[in-house]
């Protein structure tokens, strides 16, 4: 049997992770759930969510992918086969695969928007339109069906020039240079927008209490579509990323990593965002890609250095975008190798023909795709991988694997927790999203 690739050190996986889980979730909706509900009042809920789902579902799915040595079929396979039955398995673990195939192909069509504008940021034209209405018409005509064909097809083959070379030597070594850069343009940009006048308008916004924002429900659901979203649990990404750790790896000390660095991110990008607005006195009250590349070129284009910060923000969201895209690409890449035998290359070959076609295919529903599949097929995958690995492979096969490379065990709460708390949490997710049209 061919060795599987692993990465070359703990923390060339914590970074890849926390790439994974860094992404368009942090950038352009956590400043706006921050300001729509209540400040501080909603950030209370969310760190008791990133916790919960921390603790819970990213170890878990970690460790699922480590103890089996595969991504998601053959996972879920291996899980059923304890009880008799590998097939039923088998065919379960194809939802999250071909959920994170879909969502990387609806990510494709976002990333080549983003690139777009990073090189617009460089010749100007990011920041051409004269006024809100022409940057909402700029925006309309780039989002519209096959608008904007070239920028995606050059991300994807980016993409997956990256993954070709492997994952200690494509995904780790990118996600190494990304991650710290991502990290310290935005903390230049924090500084430069905390010396703005009415910057501090916007601190105190987001650090002041709401009562009764606290109290309404709303805060609460979309504090844990929030963390559940971000922390990229969906039985996929994560579990495969799991699966090429050596035995040697503390699992939960890693999850614990990811879960800070993402929270980090999503915070930076609150008080670089929520704070510039707060200079001009506008109200954030929408997110999504109009807050993106509507409102904020918009607010960026008035400010002092405008032509050097836009170059800063879409870089770093660049940088952001293209390890998450790495990321939800991999599972189908690492499923193909599997199933079919291909060595990486031609693996990633296929994915590649089947990303640039249907991603072209899509441009103009890439909104109402990627609400389908956060709503239904996201916290699907993070269900059945949780029902899998803490249901169906049971506590002593748990926590053996849980406690590999460690020099304690993890607490006697873990599986309970898992079993008992974080999987209702993923059909909760579900149900919730179904009945609000998305909390993610």
């Known amino acids: 049997m061919k060795k599987r690739e692993s990465f070359n050190n703990q923390w060339g996986f914590i970074l890849a992770c926390i790439g994974s889980a860094v992404g368009m979730g942090n950038i352009w909706m956590f400043p706006t759930r921050v300001s729509l509900y209540g400040g501080g009042a909603f950030l209370i809920p969310y760190f008791i969510f990133v916790a919960l789902i921390g603790f819970t579902g990213v170890i878990g799915e970690m460790t699922f992918g480590r103890a089996t040595r595969s991504g998601p ?14 097939k039923p398995g088998e065919a379960l673990g194809l939802i999250p695969v071909v959920g994170s195939l879909a969502m990387a192909i609806g990510y494709t069509v976002v990333m080549g928007w983003i690139l777009k504008y990073t090189v617009g940021a460089f010749n100007g034209a990011t920041l051409a339109p004269a006024d809100v209405d022409e940057f909402s018409a700029a925006f309309g005509s780039m989002a519209s069906a096959f608008g904007n064909t070239g920028w995606q097809v050059v991300i994807l083959l980016a993409a997956m020039g990256i993954l070709m070379f492997g994952v200690g030597d494509g995904i780790e070594k ?12 935005f903390v230049g940009l924090g500084i430069y927008v905390a010396f703005q006048p009415g910057a501090v308008d916007g601190y105190h916004y987001i650090f002041r209490v709401d ?19 971000s922390l990229s649990v ?7 990323y799991g699966s090429y750790l050596p035995d040697e790896e503390n699992i939960p000390a890693a999850a614990g990593r990811v879960a800070f660095f993402d929270t980090l991110a999503a915070m930076l990008a609150a008080l670089v965002i929520i704070p510039a607005m707060a200079t001009t006195g506008a109200q954030l009250d929408q997110g999504g890609p109009g807050l993106l590349f509507i409102f904020l070129p918009n607010l960026i284009k008035n400010m002092p250095g405008g032509k050097i910060i836009v170059i800063i923000f879409f870089v770093a969201v660049l940088f952001a975008g293209l390890t998450s895209l790495i ?33 072209i295919l899509i441009q103009g529903i890439v909104s109402g795709w990627m609400d389908v599949l956060s709503i239904y097929i ?11 690995l803490f249901w169906v492979c049971g506590k002593e096969y748990v926590e053996k694997q849980v406690n590999k490379g460690r020099s304690s065990h993890l607490t006697s709460w873990f599986y309970p927790i898992c079993k008992y708390v974080y999987v209702p949490v993923c059909i909760l997710v579900l149900v919730l999203g179904i009945a609000l049209g998305g909390i993610g």
Not at 211 to 229: H, M, S, Y
Not at 234 to 240: K, Q
Not at 335 to 357: D, M, N, S, W, Y
Request: glycine share 12%; with cysteine; aromatic share 10%.
């Open 73 to 86: 079929i053959d996972a879920f396979g291996i899980a059923c086969e304890r009880k008799g039955k590998r």
């Open 174 to 185: 990118v996600n190494k240079v990304l991650m710290p850069v991502f990290f310290l343009l």
């Open 211 to 229: 009562g009764k924002a606290l109290g309404d429900p709303k805060t609460w659901i979309f504090a844990l579509g929030q963390a559940f979203f």
């Open 234 to 240: 969906a039985g996929n990404g994560t579990l495969i």
């Open 327 to 359: 990321n939800l690409y991999e599972a189908p890449i690492a499923t193909v190798q599997e199933k079919f035998h291909l060595e990486r290359k031609p693996a990633c070959a296929v994915i590649a023909v089947i990303g640039v076609i249907v991603s």
């Open 378 to 388: 996201c916290p699907l995958g993070a269900g059945l991988a949780g029902i899998m």
